[in-house]
């Protein structure tokens, strides 16, 4: 048995897949053998999801469709079985998005049953709501690859290539177990309205259009979009599923907080702390929430604090808001107007008391 395991882990450093998936078939047989099947299943069962998935990808990456004249690749690739996160939905788009799910997860049996089957999504809200991370999601529930094409590059990029592309695209995605996603999806909508546009790109759109419909009754597809008013009919109706991704709620916000602060000390774990912070939040995007946490992470760890509290985040939050360009006298009202105290303030700012009163007065 040691013998197996010294080879599984040369296999792991060397990274031999072929020699690991060998040793440790070898290593069930052995548990096997001594009477403990639980842990030969475990392992078997570890061997199967992990063969199909590097063979999966290794078969994405090497294949992957590139820009003919500049060989730069069209499509970026994310391995679902090397990703992990936690994701934060209001209830009901966490409905529709594990119902989605469930589709594709059921995809033969709905086939075998004769039933119509179509997985297309369409994701449309603000920028920096989830509508990428909701994809990824989406990959990382399934365990298939996300192959995502960004439509305007493809489409404004001066290559002259963009029909080829798109083309390229959809064939390789479609010889593949994955999930193609078309991320800025209403670029289509709008090289297709374009007056100036004629002849092979407007072709290829259009049959891009309708062959929505055959590519998602065997592959997944995802769409999304920050401009939902540039789609028409003829679009939207293509997308047996369409979610809004909106904002979180006061209860998403609360614990995309508290989730993005896990790892840091933070004197706001308290009710009446949290609401506030949840309160000045509130607007944000998850992105936006994200950026001003992890900022006041950053700066307690190069400040050597060991604790960020409500003042670092409302310092952040107005750096946020006033992007980087405001006065220390703005700064002082905006806390003040916060609630800090103002000794507090002159703490904080490292100035005197006195002048945070005439700052004030002023
Ligand atoms: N629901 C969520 N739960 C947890 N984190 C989230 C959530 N939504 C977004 N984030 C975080 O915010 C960041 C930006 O989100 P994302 O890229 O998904 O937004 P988007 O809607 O695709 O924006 P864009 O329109 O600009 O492409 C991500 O890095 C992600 O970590
Ligand atoms: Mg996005």
Request: with cysteine; aromatic share 6%; proline share 3%.
């Amino acid at each position: 048995m040691y013998t197996e395991i010294i080879k599984i882990i040369e296999g792991g450093m060397r990274r031999e897949p072929a020699k690991v998936v060998q040793f440790a078939k070898k290593l069930a047989d052995i548990f096997d053998e001594e009477g403990n099947a639980r842990l030969a299943k475990g392992i078997r069962k570890v061997i199967d999801s992990g063969a199909s998935n590097t063979l999966t990808m290794e078969q994405l990456t090497t294949t992957a469709p590139v820009d003919s004249e500049t060989r730069m690749s069209i499509v970026d690739i994310f391995n679902p079985s090397e990703n992990d996160f936690t994701i934060i939905l209001p209830e009901i788009i966490e409905r529709k998005v594990m119902d989605f799910i469930k589709i594709v997860e059921n995809k033969d049996k709905i086939k075998s049953l004769g039933l119509p089957m179509q997985s297309s999504l369409l994701l449309y809200g603000i920028p920096g709501v989830g509508k990428t991370t909701i994809a990824k999601y989406i990959s990382i529930q399934t365990k298939l690859p996300l192959v995502t094409a960004r439509l305007d590059a493809l489409i404004s990029s001066l290559l002259g290539n963009t029909s080829k592309n798109i083309r390229k695209i959809f064939e390789y995605a479609d010889s593949k177990p994955c999930i193609l996603f078309l991320d800025e999806f209403d670029a289509i909508a709008k090289a297709r309205d374009d007056e100036h546009e004629m002849g092979e790109l407007k072709r290829v759109i259009n049959s891009l259009l309708q062959n929505i419909d055959i590519f998602s009754q065997n592959n997944i597809l995802i769409a999304a979009t920050n401009h939902p008013e540039l789609l028409d009919k003829a679009i939207w109706r293509r997308f047996n599923t369409v979610i809004e991704v909106s904002q979180l709620g006061a209860d998403g916000v609360r614990k995309l907080i508290e989730l993005y602060a896990e790892n840091y000390k933070h004197d706001f774990s308290s009710d009446k702390k949290m609401d506030r912070i949840v309160y000045l939040l509130s607007k944000k995007t998850p992105a936006d929430i994200k950026t001003i946490v992890t900022n006041a992470i950053t700066q307690a760890v190069i400040q050597e604090k060991e604790e960020i509290n409500v003042e670092d985040l409302l310092i952040e939050n107005f750096q946020f808001e006033k992007h980087g360009n405001f006065t220390a006298d703005e700064l002082i009202k905006y806390l003040n107007d916060n609630g800090i105290p103002k000794l507090q303030i002159a703490d904080i700012l490292n100035v005197s008391i006195r002048q945070i009163r005439n700052n004030l007065k002023d």
